[in-house]
Each structure stands twice: as structure tokens, then as C-alpha cells.
């Protein structure tokens, strides 16, 4: 279940079930079923539920719930936010089946819950909360330390497409969405809202998805596993390809280590340092399995890299900014070896971002650019647009340039020209370190070194170093995170018995 569905996607689906013979308050009482079943679980008969209902077929799955856990001997309010009597459609059947007090909602009827149900508003929100329904979600929060509140959907406030805040969003401890997953509940700040998150199946149809065709995904190994290259049996080192790394100058060259470092954890079978010659003792000393060579300036880039075994390259680790690094940039980009940009080869172009994106466009080699918000902030704003959300800002330039974009962070986004997007869920806080950039943009060469394709070697690459993350533990350094690697390939190559 890695598909990610947009609000859009989502309705579709209800409106392709009951299209298809499944009327649509079977859907509510279905999804009001698995929210009560989730309160059921953690909290005894007899326990005081309250319901904050809204006027959309959300509050419909409240009122469903209600009536369960009433029935079930709970003790149960429901509020209302707005008028009742206005409610229509499924909404109102679920209404009438509850055949108890709809109380008007205010803040003092929270009090003494142990349990609070948020049917405030749905995924679909995409105006700023305001009024009676904010007050409510402030009094929600407020009542949190007291009372579990278990969401339907979403926790009101959130967009469930872009995941932003709409004025005032529900802090829930659970969250009951039904199909798929939203977008919402994966991008910041919509995951810190979330609480523990459960999707349950209402009655819609896998096949449905085959109709909707989703172009996001949660970054899992399912997403990209059968693009792995898993060692041969009769493999070597040759056919496993071989990423270079530019280095900087003499006073910056951990940056392009920890990348090289990377690469060859993630499997390229050899990975060269292209250095600088006034930094060329530095890195030789300090490198055993990395290989290191003289290069400097664009001309000699181009001549090393015209070897074609030398089949994925690194710039902008450490490398500084200025003219230099963007002449080094445009000579990678000349030939279609795949190329990974980062740090420095980005904020290079901060002035011409065009001249960036034009160099791309006229290779067919694999781009990958890996910026963090700053950075993608300073170079590519031109490029994205109107696009708002971080989801649609990578897919945006993307499209523009015809790269892949890797936008870092805590929900890291991977999106491709075709529209493809991959949200990352796994990677551990301690991850913001010094280099583990660095580090992540190693593995992608290393992973493109190998033969992946462009957008499935990126999201490898983050899955990967999340992974990695995760196994060195809290208070790691980037240094630890390509020395974890192993052990996540060993749970990957696991899947397979042994080597192919």
C-alpha cells in the first residue's frame, strides 16, 4: 500500500465504487465502523466519548461511529459545528441513524473526555479555518493531555493533498483514514498531526486503482526493488560501475570523501576522487579503497570523464562556489554519464538557474539535483512557479529542467519529469548531521554507477540512507552512515536468498 492519493484521487475513487453498485453510506458507516473499532480498542466499555462533527460526510463518519460505540456501551456526546439541519445526503442518513442529542459545540463539553473524535473536517479542506470550527480545534488540542483524540481521515486543518497547516489544525494520537494513505498524512507539517496512522478498507476495490493511476508513493523498497542491482554469482567489480566524486580544494575535502565513501558502500564496483592537485596528498592519504586522480578545471573534467566506464559522476560536495564549479558542471553535463548535483555545483547557478536547467535539458543522461529547502530556495524559485506545496515545487522543476529532483528533509521528496513523486517516511531525526548530506548524494552515484534508473536510484538512495540512519542510532555522524550500509543490504539481498 504504497500509493499516495491526492484529495482528488481520493473522491474519485468513492465516486468509481458507487458507480459501481457500492452506495455510498455503506462507505460511511464502513469508515465510521473502523474509526469506532480504533476507540474500542484502547479504551473499555463505559468510557466517555465525544464527537466533534462538521458538515461534510466526515462528520457523517462521526456520527456513525458515535452510534456504534453507543450501542457498545460507551457513553456518547455528539457536537455539531454549524447547523445540523443543513446536512445533506449520506451525511444526514448517518444523522438520522443516530437517533440521539446533537449538541451545539462548545469548548466545556471536551472536559471530561476521555476520548475526543475529530469528524471536524475531512482531507478535502482547503480554506483557512476559522471562527466556531478553529475555537473547537484549539479546545480539541488544549483537552489532548487529557483525552486521546483519534481523527477521521485527517486531523482537521490539515490539507490532505499538500499536507499544510489551514490556520489551525488537530493534534491527534490516531488517525483513521480509509484506501490509501493522502498525501497529507506523509508531507510536513500533516505527518506531526497525525499520530499513529491506520488505513482501513471500507469496501473500494484495488482494482480501482488501476483507473485513478496514482503518481505518488510512499518511498518503500516496493516502489523501486526490482531495479535493485543484487550481486551475481559471476559478477566483478567492472560491471558494477564507476562513479567519480569532485573534490575541492585543500581545505575542503571531507565533503567529496564522505560522498565517495558513499558510492562505494552502495555498491559501485569503483569509485575514483577527482581532486584538485593542491589537495591531492590529502585526499590520497586519507582514501584506501577510493582511488584518487589529478583533475583540475573543465578541460581536464572532460578528459577524464571521456573514459566511458567512469559512468556516474559527483560535483558540488565541498567543491565552492563560483565560476569554476560551474564551468566543472557544464563539462559533466556535456556527456551522458549520469550526473549527480549538489551543494555547491547548485548554489553556483543561483544567478542563472536557466543556464542550469537548459544544460540539462539538452542531455539524455540521468540528473539528479539534490538541494535542501535553502538551496532550492536560492536556485531553483524561478523554476517552480506557483507551486506551493514541497511536493508540487520538486515536481515543478522537475519538469522544467528534466531532472530528477531529490528535495531533502524529514519528508525528503523524489520527483521525476513523468510526473512520478516518492515521499520519504523513514528517516530518523539524528539524520540532520553535518556531511550525511554529503554521504546521500554518494549512494545515488553509487546506486546510477550500478545501472538504476534515474528516479528509482534516487528514491534507493534515500531509502537507503534513512535506513542507514536508523541503524547507527542517535548520535551519529555521517561518517557511521556508510559503514551501516551493509547491514541494510543485507536485509535487502535477504529478500532474494542469496546472491543472483
Same mark, same amino acid.
Given at each position: ?61 462521526? /456520527? ?86 483519534? =481523527? ?16 489551525? =489544525? ?8 480509509? /484506501? ?11 505527518? +506531526? ?23 505518488? /508513493? ?130 553556483? /547557478? ?11 535539458? +539538452? ?20 523554476? =517552480? ?116
Amino acid at each position: 500500500m504504497i500509493e499516495l492519493l491526492t484529495t482528488a484521487e481520493m473522491t474519485e475513487a468513492d465516486r468509481l465504487t458507487i458507480a459501481a453498485g457500492t452506495a455510498g453510506y455503506t462507505l460511511m458507516k464502513n469508515g465510521g465502523r473502523a474509526v469506532a473499532d480504533a476507540v474500542a480498542a484502547r479504551h473499555p466499555a463505559g468510557a466517555r466519548v465525544v464527537v466533534v462533527a462538521g458538515p461534510g460526510n466526515n462528520g457523517g463518519d462521526g /456520527f456513525v461511529a458515535g452510534r456504534i460505540l453507543r450501542e457498545c456501551g460507551y457513553r456518547v456526546r455528539l457536537l455539531f459545528v454549524g447547523d445540523a439541519a443543513r446536512l445533506k445526503g449520506d451525511a444526514a442518513l448517518a444523522m438520522r441513524d443516530w437517533e440521539g442529542v446533537v449538541e451545539p459545540a462548545t469548548p466545556a463539553a471536551l472536559q471530561s473526555a476521555d476520548a475526543i473524535i475529530d469528524a471536524l473536517f475531512g482531507a478535502g479542506l482547503d480554506r483557512p479555518v476559522a471562527g466556531p470550527a478553529r475555537a473547537m480545534i484549539e479546545t480539541m488540542n488544549a483537552a489532548a493531555a487529557r483525552s486521546r483524540i483519534y =481523527a477521521v481521515d485527517l486531523p482537521s486543518g490539515i490539507n490532505g493533498t499538500s499536507g499544510a497547516v489551514m490556520g489551525a =489544525a488537530v493534534e491527534a494520537a490516531h488517525t483513521i483514514t480509509f /484506501f490509501r494513505r493522502k498525501c497529507g498524512h506523509v508531507l510536513l507539517p500533516g505527518r +506531526r498531526h497525525c499520530g499513529e496512522l491506520q488505513v482501513a478498507d471500507i469496501g473500494i476495490a484495488e482494482r480501482t486503482l488501476e483507473q485513478i493511476r496514482p503518481r505518488t /508513493f510512499v518511498n518503500a523498497p516496493a516502489l523501486w526493488e526490482a531495479q535493485l542491482p543484487v550481486p551475481r554469482v559471476d559478477g566483478h567489480k567492472y560491471a558494477r560501475g564507476h562513479a567519480v566524486v569532485v573534490s575541492g580544494g585543500l581545505a575542503s575535502t571531507g565533503a567529496a570523501r564522505l560522498a565517495a565513501r558513499g558510492a562505494l558502500r552502495a555498491g559501485a564496483g569503483l569509485v575514483t576522487i577527482a581532486s584538485p592537485r593542491d589537495a591531492l596528498l590529502v585526499n590520497a592519504a586519507t582514501n584506501l579503497a577510493v582511488m584518487v586522480r589529478p583533475v583540475d578545471g573543465g578541460d581536464e573534467l572532460t578528459e577524464f570523464l571521456s573514459d566511458p566506464r567512469r559512468n556516474a559522476v559527483v560535483l558540488g560536495p565541498g567543491g565552492g562556489v563560483g565560476g569554476g564549479m560551474r564551468e566543472l558542471v557544464l563539462a559533466a553535463l556535456a556527456g551522458e554519464r549520469a550526473v549527480v548535483l549538489d551543494a555547491d555545483a547548485l548554489t553556483s /547557478f543561483a544567478d542563472e538557474p536557466r543556464v542550469l536547467a537548459d544544460a540539462i535539458l +539538452r542531455r539524455s543522461g540521468a540528473t539528479l539535483v539534490t538541494p535542501h529547502e535553502g538551496e532550492f530556495a536560492r536556485v531553483f524559485s524561478a523554476l =517552480a512557479g506557483r507551486a506551493s506545496s514541497k511536493l508540487e515545487r520538486a515536481r515543478a522543476v522537475a519538469s522544467v529542467a528534466g531532472t530528477i529532483v531529490l528535495l531533502k528533509g524529514p519528508d525528503t521528496v523524489v520527483a521525476a519529469p513523468d510526473g512520478r513523486a516518492a515521499v520519504a517516511v523513514n528517516a530518523p531525526s539524528w539524520l540532520a548531521s553535518a556531511g550525511s548530506g554529503d554521504v546521500l548524494a554518494g549512494i545515488a552515484a553509487g546506486c546510477l554507477a550500478q545501472g538504476m534508473p534515474g528516479f528509482e536510484a534516487a528514491a534507493a538512495a534515500v531509502w537507503l540512507h534513512g535506513e542507514a540512519g536508523k541503524g547507527a542510532g542517535p548520535g551519529l555522524i555521517a561518517e557511521d552512515l556508510p559503514e551501516a550500509l551493509p547491514e541494510v543490504y543485507r536485509g535487502l539481498f535477504g529478500k532474494f536468498g542469496r546472491p543472483r
